[in-house]
């Protein structure tokens, strides 16, 4: 079946670290791929996205690449500050689904330090 | 810009008793989602609408159901709370039948059933 699995925190970084949150996925096909952010006392909101191999999502200084060999989404980021700290979900739909059927990983806190 | 909003941020409800979760979008959107998430289980889809009137189950559509009359309105219910169904309960939107198509969140509603 589909599964996304992406790496236990919480992760705890000081700022201007880099980061790397870990997100394996398990699907028949091509799904489109996702990171969502979930700040603190909100809902989830779109980070970025990819829909095919080898593409690169990207947004405020974050990225991921789709790779489909690795069946891998890693989500990075050069230099976090303090206002990434949130809750990261990784997430995927499968083909032909309708875009119903969008699986999420447990998700990953991420704190950053002054 | 998008807004899903969803009436309550806080609920406190007893055992037995029906409650009402509501969400409205005003995106003209076709889908709309009823989630529940809970630490460590990431998001799990309780119930989707792809249109007025239509509902599909989700994974633990289990003491819950869906009220579906207009587009732009998706209500859940727990039709005889239980303590087992404490938990955040996001609601989301998303256009079309496209798996590329990212989902919409509302900012979520935290229930405590006593």
């Known amino acids: 079946g589909n599964s996304v699995t992406q790496m236990e925190g919480p992760v705890t970084l000081s700022e201007e670290a880099f980061l790397t949150i870990n997100c394996t996925y398990t699907a028949t096909g091509y799904p489109s791929l996702f990171w969502y952010v979930q700040y603190p006392g909100e809902g989830l909101q779109l980070l970025l996205k990819?829909?095919?191999?080898?593409d690169k999502g990207s947004n405020k200084g974050f990225e991921a690449t789709y790779r489909k060999e690795t069946t891998s989404f890693h989500l990075e980021k050069g230099s976090v500050q303090v206002s990434d700290s949130a809750v990261y979900f990784c997430?995927?739909?499968?083909?032909?689904?309708?875009?119903?059927?969008?699986?999420f990983g447990a998700g990953t806190r991420l704190f950053v330090k002054a | 810009d998008v807004k899903v909003t969803q009436s309550s941020r806080y609920l406190v409800k007893r055992t037995g008793e029906k409650v009402f979760l509501e969400c409205v979008q005003d995106?003209?959107?076709?889908?709309m989602f009823w989630y529940r998430q809970d630490p460590g289980l990431g998001l799990r889809l309780i119930y989707f609408s792809y249109d007025v009137k239509m509902k599909e189950k989700g994974d633990i559509p289990e003491g819950y159901s869906v009220s579906r009359e207009k587009k732009e309105r998706f209500s859940l219910i727990l039709e005889s709370a239980s303590t087992n169904q404490t938990s955040m309960y996001l609601c989301a939107s998303s256009p079309g039948r496209n798996s590329n198509q990212p989902q919409h969140f509302g900012d979520g509603t935290r229930l405590s059933i006593l």
């Open positions: 997430a995927l739909t499968p083909p032909w689904t309708g875009g119903f059927k969008t699986i």
């Open positions: 990819a829909t095919k191999a080898d």
């Open positions: 995106m003209d959107h076709e889908n």
